[in-house]
C-alpha cells in the first residue's frame, strides 16, 4: 500500500480533488491536506510521518513544509507537481494534469 499524501495552501480544491482520485486506486491511501492554517485539513507530523510519498502542488509549498518539518523528510520523497491555483474542484483539466505529473513520479 502506498500512502501519499497531497498538499496545497488550502486543502480546498488541488489536493481534495487529488485525494479523491487516487483514493480509488487499489493499492493507494490519499491524504490532501494545506500548508495555510486555515486549511481544511492543516498539515502536520503525523501527516508527514504518514506519508511514503508527499506530493505538493507549488514551490512555495515544498518551501513551508521542508522548512518546519526537515526532520521528519529524512528518508521521504518530495515532489514538486507544479499545479497551478486556477483550477475548480475536480475540474477535468486538473485531473488530467494531476494523473499525468503524479503517475510520472509514483510507481502505482
Known amino acids: ?53 508527499i506530493l505538493v502542488m507549488e514551490k512555495t509549498h515544498r518551501n513551508k513544509i521542508t522548512k518546519k518539518y526537515k526532520e521528519l523528510l529524512k528518508g521521504k520523497k518530495l515532489v514538486v507537481l507544479d499545479i497551478p491555483d486556477k483550477y475548480k474542484f475536480m475540474q477535468p483539466e486538473l485531473i488530467q494534469l494531476l494523473k499525468s505529473r503524479v503517475m510520472r513520479c509514483v510507481q502505482l
Request: charged share 25%; aromatic share 8%; net charge negative.
Open 1 to 53: 500500500m502506498k500512502k501519499i499524501l497531497f498538499v496545497c495552501s488550502e486543502n480546498r480544491l488541488r489536493s481534495p480533488t487529488a485525494e479523491a482520485i487516487f483514493s480509488e486506486f487499489e493499492r493507494v491511501q490519499a491524504i490532501g491536506a494545506g500548508t495555510n492554517a486555515d486549511a481544511e485539513t492543516p498539515v502536520s507530523g503525523d501527516l508527514i510521518e504518514w506519508a511514503d510519498v
